[in-house]
């Protein structure tokens, strides 16, 4: 039983710690909503496993070397898994910051042209005032 209770605890505090390295890469703006929600309902589902299940039988299926290996590949999984998401998440931003400095270069390119356009008027007004005097 007191097994058990160790994987329970490892499992409600493994979803504690993703939800509180989720919410820290959304306050520091390394990953979006968008992508950091399904951390937070992983990392909600992981603390309601760890209150609801009870693992009291596990040794007769799995040996303490085998659960350490589960343990382990799992937690490389969920690293690789962050680490991809927080590098889509960071290029999702990238390109909307990128595609808001597109817009405002192209409204200021319309600007210039405008402008030349209407120094070019002038330019030929001028042209043709001078030629008639």
Request: glycine content about 6%; hydrophobic content about 50%; aromatic content about 6%.
């Amino acid at each position: 039983m007191r097994d058990g209770l160790i994987i329970q605890l490892l499992l409600a505090g493994y979803g504690a710690m993703i939800m509180s390295i989720a919410v820290g890469a959304l306050v520091r703006r390394r990953m979006t909503v968008g992508v950091c929600v399904p951390w937070g309902i992983v990392a909600v589902v992981f603390i309601i496993l760890g209150i609801v299940v009870r693992p009291d039988s596990w040794k007769e299926y799995l040996s303490l070397h085998g659960l350490i290996l589960i343990i382990a590949i799992f937690l490389c999984a969920t690293y690789a898994l962050y680490f991809l998401s927080s590098n889509l998440s960071m290029v999702l931003l990238k390109t909307t910051d990128l595609a808001m400095q597109v817009s405002i270069l192209n409204a200021e390119t319309e600007e210039l042209r405008e402008k030349i356009k209407e120094l070019e008027e002038n330019k030929q007004k001028n042209e043709e005032n001078s030629i008639r005097d």
